[in-house]
């Protein structure tokens, strides 16, 4: 209760006024009930008229500052939305020259690739026209090797460790009348440029001699030594023609397919075409050359 008094009395400091004159004027002596009245009365109207108007007065200060309070807020956030329009508006205009750079590294990059394109095909024409040289440059090689080997035959099998032409020589001429049963007259008169042994290291790791090599001064006698050997069939002696390294690998593995082949009864032939050496068969003597496909 004395509580809700004294705000009552701060709401109303008009009654607090009227209370201390009427005080004091009792203690002055006046104390008639007219001028007793006379101080209710003006109490009242004070308290009526100031009343409504302090709280009224509150009220509006309080709007007023709620307002300004709003205001400031209001005038804060639009300040921040400003600054956040800024920023987006800066941020846009970072993204757009990234974009910017993006297309140009893009256009840079495509123009670029196509540059690199063609200059790679250039480089792969450059490459496939060398290869094709090469290629041509060895082919040629091998051409001019095999025309050089032409006059010239091998023969394995044939003993012996000669250190002189001479000795190797009548080695062969030996070996022409004995293994391959041609007339002595006819050896006698063989022309040879020249004949030696070649080192051989396929042989050597079989215990085999060292092949001979001879070179002809006649075409038709290298032909007729080696349709000669025929007569080395069933013997560990054979005749072949002289090829460039190249070919006689290639040779050597077609030879051990034809000896399979000659198992059922087949004929065989190997030959040299341009560069290459191919292996033929055919079942009979009125059959025609097959040319056998890896």
Same mark, same amino acid.
């Given at each position: 209760?004395?509580?809700?008094?004294?705000?009552? !009395?701060?709401?109303?400091?008009?009654?607090?006024?009227?209370?201390?004159?009427?005080?004091?004027?009792?203690?002055?002596?006046?104390?008639?009930?007219?001028?007793?009245?006379?101080?209710?009365?003006?109490?009242?109207? +004070?308290?009526?008229?100031?009343?409504?108007?302090?709280?009224?007065?509150?009220?509006?200060?309080?709007?007023?500052?709620?307002? +300004?309070?709003?205001? /400031?807020?209001?005038?804060?956030?639009?300040?921040?939305?400003?600054?956040?329009k800024?920023?987006?508006?800066?941020?846009?205009?970072? /993204?757009?020259?990234?974009?910017?750079?993006?297309?140009d590294?893009?256009? +840079?990059?495509?123009?670029?690739?196509?540059?690199?394109? @063609?200059?790679?095909? %250039?480089?792969?024409?450059?490459?496939?026209?060398?290869?094709?040289?090469?290629? @041509?440059?060895?082919?040629? @090689?091998?051409?001019? =090797?095999?025309?050089?080997?032409?006059?010239?035959?091998?023969?394995?099998?044939?003993?012996?460790?000669?250190?002189?032409?001479? %000795?190797?020589?009548?080695?062969? !001429?030996?070996?022409?009348?004995?293994?391959?049963?041609?007339p002595? =007259?006819?050896? +006698?008169?063989?022309?040879?440029?020249?004949?030696?042994? /070649?080192?051989?290291?396929?042989?050597?790791?079989?215990?085999?001699?060292?092949?001979?090599?001879?070179?002809f001064?006649?075409?038709?006698?290298? =032909?007729?030594?080696?349709?000669?050997?025929?007569?080395?069939?069933?013997?560990?002696?054979?005749?072949?023609?002289?090829?460039?390294?190249?070919? !006689?690998? !290639?040779?050597?593995?077609?030879?051990?397919?034809?000896?399979?082949?000659?198992?059922?009864?087949?004929?065989?032939?190997?030959? /040299?075409?341009d560069?290459?050496?191919?292996?033929?068969?055919?079942?009979?003597?009125?059959?025609?050359w097959?040319?056998?496909?890896?």
């Amino acid at each position: 209760m004395s509580k809700s008094l004294e705000n009552k !009395k701060k709401k109303q400091p008009g009654i607090d006024k009227f209370v201390r004159n009427y005080q004091t004027r009792s203690k002055d002596g006046v104390s008639d009930d007219s001028e007793k009245n006379i101080v209710l009365e003006k109490s009242r109207s +004070t308290t009526m008229a100031a009343t409504p108007t302090t709280q009224f007065d509150e009220l509006k200060s309080l709007i007023i500052g709620l307002k +300004t309070e709003m205001n /400031v807020k209001i005038d804060g956030q639009q300040a921040g939305l400003v600054e956040i329009k800024q920023g987006m508006a800066e941020l846009l205009n970072k /993204v757009d020259t990234f974009n910017k750079r993006m297309t140009d590294i893009e256009n +840079t990059i495509s123009a670029n690739d196509v540059l690199v394109k @063609q200059r790679f095909h %250039e480089m792969q024409n450059k490459l496939n026209r060398a290869e094709s040289r090469i290629s @041509q440059i060895e082919k040629e @090689q091998i051409r001019n =090797e095999i025309r050089d080997r032409k006059y010239n035959l091998m023969v394995y099998g044939i003993p012996g460790q000669e250190r002189y032409v001479t %000795e190797t020589e009548k080695v062969i !001429k030996t070996f022409a009348v004995e293994q391959l049963k041609l007339p002595l =007259e006819e050896v +006698t008169k063989l022309l040879f440029v020249h004949t030696h042994r /070649v080192p051989n290291r396929h042989c050597r790791d079989e215990g085999k001699p060292d092949p001979i090599i001879i070179k002809f001064g006649r075409w038709a006698e290298r =032909e007729q030594f080696l349709l000669a050997a025929r007569n080395l069939k069933g013997t560990d002696k054979r005749i072949v023609t002289d090829l460039p390294t190249q070919l !006689k690998k !290639k040779r050597s593995d077609l030879a051990k397919i034809a000896f399979e082949m000659r198992k059922d009864n087949k004929w065989t032939r190997i030959k /040299v075409v341009d560069v290459d050496i191919v292996l033929e068969s055919k079942d009979n003597k009125e059959s025609s050359w097959v040319r056998y496909e890896d």
